[in-house]
C-alpha cells in the first residue's frame, strides 16, 4: 500500500485505500467533523500497528503536546522536520493517531464535579441502542459516552457544576426515559493520566 514517486524515485507512505480527495490533506483526520462518535474496534480485530522507536517517540511527545510544531517535534526526536513530516501523516492515515485535540479543564468552565453514570436498558429497549447513544451524545454535560459489557449498557462521564445538577441531570434527564431501567452514579475525586 505504499505509492512510488516516480518523478522523485522514491517511495512515501501514501495509502492507496484513502480517497484521493483525501490524500493531499496534510492531515485528514484535522477536517472538522460533526459526528461525536468514534467507534472502537472489536477485540478481534486489535492488531497492534507496527511501530519503530522513531514513531513512538513522535507518539510520546505529542501524547505530552499536541500542539508542539512539527519542527520542534523533529528536534526531541532526532530527525528532520521533512521526515517527521511523513512519519506524523503516515500515522494519521494508519489510524494511529486518531486526532489533535484540547485537554479542556471542566472546572475552568464551572463544571467542577465529574462523574461517572452506568445506565442499564430495559430490555426491549436494546433494539434502540444507537438512537440512545446519539441522544446521550446531545447532553451538554456529557463528557463521553461509553457502550460496554457486563450489567450495565452505557457508561457516561459528565462534568457538571454542582451536586445539584448531577441529581438533576440523573433524575430528570436520565432516569425519566422509557428506555432507561436504572443508573448507579460514581462521583469522581480525582483523575489522573499517565
Do not use: W
Not at 493531499?24 to 462518535?37: F, G
Amino acid at each position: 500500500m505504499v505509492s512510488h514517486d516516480s518523478q522523485r524515485g522514491r517511495s512515501f507512505g501514501v495509502r492507496q485505500d484513502v480517497p484521493k480527495d483525501r490524500r493531499d490533506d496534510p492531515i485528514p483526520s484535522s477536517r472538522p467533523s460533526s459526528n461525536r462518535l468514534r467507534r472502537l474496534p472489536v477485540p478481534k480485530d486489535l492488531r497492534p500497528a507496527v511501530l519503530d522507536d522513531v514513531d513512538r517517540r513522535i507518539l510520546d511527545v505529542l501524547a505530552t503536546d499536541a500542539r508542539a510544531t512539527n519542527a520542534a517535534i523533529a528536534a526531541r526526536v532526532g530527525i528532520a522536520a521533512s521526515t517527521c513530516h511523513a512519519r506524523v501523516r503516515a500515522l494519521v492515515e494508519r489510524g494511529v493517531i486518531r486526532g489533535f485535540r484540547a485537554d479542556v479543564d471542566p472546572a475552568a468552565l464551572g463544571r467542577g464535579l465529574e462523574a461517572l453514570i452506568a445506565i442499564r436498558l430495559q430490555a426491549g429497549a436494546r433494539k434502540g441502542l444507537e438512537a440512545f447513544r446519539d441522544y446521550l451524545l446531545t447532553l451538554p454535560d456529557v463528557e463521553g459516552v461509553f457502550f460496554v459489557t457486563g450489567d450495565r449498557d452505557f457508561l457516561l462521564h459528565v462534568a457538571v457544576a454542582d451536586s445539584d445538577a448531577l441529581r438533576d441531570l440523573v433524575s430528570k434527564t436520565l432516569s425519566v426515559r422509557p428506555e432507561v431501567a436504572g443508573t448507579s452514579t460514581t462521583v469522581i475525586f480525582e483523575h489522573a493520566r499517565p
